[in-house]
């Protein structure tokens, strides 16, 4: 089941085709530019490949905070374990990871310029103030966006265990 860290394991009385049926059943395919050219009627879109797939609420807005359930599939004796995990893309956790850095060291940049310039006036605040406006912006986006793309990533978790709720082992 799902535990608090986003993760589930689930262990299914179904073959891996069948999990895979199932997952197809409540999702529509996934296109390279799906968040402009919305096909089908389906709540959530994704992807599978394999015995991997992903899952995530289909939304009419941009949000690169969106979690989405990354999902593998094993095959069992008596049938199928479905490991997944909700989480934002990796290309957004990357590149927050560069943009924090990023302004965090202009910031400590401007601090030491602010320090070491015998007279500084108000044009040098400029070398501190950018960079922690920019600062404060990120946390704000980060937080409302991950708090919005969290409650759609647990919708399709939530729609993903009723889906199999009539076959767990």
Not at 51 to 76: A, C, D, P, T
Not at 116 to 145: E, Q
């Amino acid at each position: 089941m799902k535990n608090e860290s986003g993760k589930i394991e689930l262990n299914v009385k179904l073959t891996p085709e069948e999990v895979t049926s199932r997952i197809s059943s409540i999702m529509d395919k996934e296109t390279l530019f799906w968040h402009f050219t919305y096909t089908g009627d389906k709540k959530f879109i994704g992807k599978i490949k394999g015995q991997e797939f992903r899952v995530q609420k289909k939304i009419g807005y941009r949000n690169s905070w969106n979690h989405i359930l990354f999902g593998r599939i094993k095959q069992m004796q008596n049938g199928s374990r479905i490991q997944g995990c909700l989480r934002m893309h990796s290309f957004v956790t990357i590149f927050m990871i560069f943009w924090f850095a990023g302004t965090s060291a202009f910031a400590l940049l401007g601090g030491l310029i602010l320090l070491t310039v015998p007279n500084p006036d108000s044009k040098n605040i400029v070398f501190i103030a950018v960079p922690l406006v920019m600062l404060v912006f990120g946390i704000g986006l980060v937080c409302i966006g991950t708090r919005i793309g969290k409650r759609d990533g647990n919708e399709a978790v939530t729609a993903f265990l009723d889906m199999f709720s009539d076959v767990l082992l």
